[in-house]
């Protein structure tokens, strides 16, 4: 089991930047796939952006430019650099975890909310 823990959301104006970061409980970053999900209220889940385990790094369309994922192996964590926030960006945002060969398998923190409004 992998327990995963998301902080650094919150409210912040349109243009604005937020950092968000999600902690394993254990050291599986450089193992498992990494990745962001958002869900906004009546949206189903979208990928936001994924980092593999080769360092690799795909992300949503209508974030590339603006949003980076990085890890930080020796912290068990993973980030999310958010900046020109949108009001289309509002969403509860997850971190999840999968291993590579075993994609059925995910972990899911259990969210944190971004609120981009003026």
């Known amino acids: 089991q992998v327990q995963l823990v998301e902080s650094g959301g919150g409210l912040v104006q349109p243009g604005g930047s937020l950092r968000l970061s999600c902690t394993a409980s254990?050291?599986?970053?450089?193992?498992?796939?990494m990745a962001w999900y958002r869900q906004a209220p009546g949206d189903q889940r979208e990928l936001v952006a994924r980092?593999?385990?080769?360092?690799?790094?795909n992300y949503a369309n209508s974030v590339k430019g603006r949003f980076t994922i990085s890890t930080d192996n020796a912290k068990n964590t993973v980030s999310l650099q958010m900046n020109s926030l949108k009001p289309e960006d509002t969403a509860v945002y997850y971190c999840?975890?999968?291993?590579?060969?075993?994609?059925?398998?995910?972990?899911w923190g259990q969210g944190t909310q971004v609120t981009v409004s003026s």
């Open positions: 999840n975890a999968r291993p590579p060969w075993a994609t059925q398998i995910a972990y």
């Open positions: 980092i593999r385990s080769s360092s690799t790094t």
């Open positions: 254990r050291s599986i970053l450089s193992l498992y796939d």
